[in-house]
């Protein structure tokens, strides 16, 4: 469901609504949490709120939408569905970029998508949303020669995702870089990347 206002001059009161959202989602629970909270919460009306969203669901939608923004958009940053491989190391480096730079996002994000229940009501969007960064992925690992590019694909995702969870659930002394580190060495394949 797209939001009904998209006024530039609306970005601010979005942020700040979407923000407020996912801290009541958690809080609450997202099937108890209701849209007059939400709307006491950020100091405007029900009828005010939803004018910016049309749902409670609407609003877990962008929710979901903006962290596959934060973290994939690093992916195929020219847009041409060809990754060369600076561009996955490029990727891996702003995935890790991105949860450090919103790591109380990311802390709310990943309770919410814990919730039971709560998973469902998104996955298939969320699915079809990931599956073109996917299919970008599983091109490179084709062209890489992997046995099983999908396979490879979703072991990326996979490893970068647990090592996001671990650090958001316990950012201090949690070796970030050097994961970072450890992660962008499995990837290099071209001595000019080499230290």
Known sequence: MAPIN???????KRRE???????IFV?????????ASIAKAT???EDKLFSYFET????LHTIVAEAVHILFDGLDPNDDGHLQEVELLFFINDYFDSIEK???FFKLFYALRL??????????????IVSMKFDVLNEYFSQSGAADPEMETEFLI??????AMNFVLEPEGYPIDAMQKKVLNMYITKAEYEE
């Open 56 to 59: 409670k669901e609407d609003l």
């Open 115 to 128: 919730q039971p229940g709560v998973l469902p009501l998104y996955q298939q969007e969320l699915d079809e």
């Open 158 to 163: 996979s490893m970068l995702d647990g090592i």
């Open 102 to 104: 919103n790591l109380k």
């Open 27 to 35: 809080q609450d629970g997202y099937f108890t949490a209701k849209g």
């Open 43 to 45: 100091q405007m009306s």
């Open 17 to 23: 609504i979407l923000s407020t959202a996912l801290e």
């Open 6 to 12: 998209k006024l530039p001059e609306d970005v601010e």
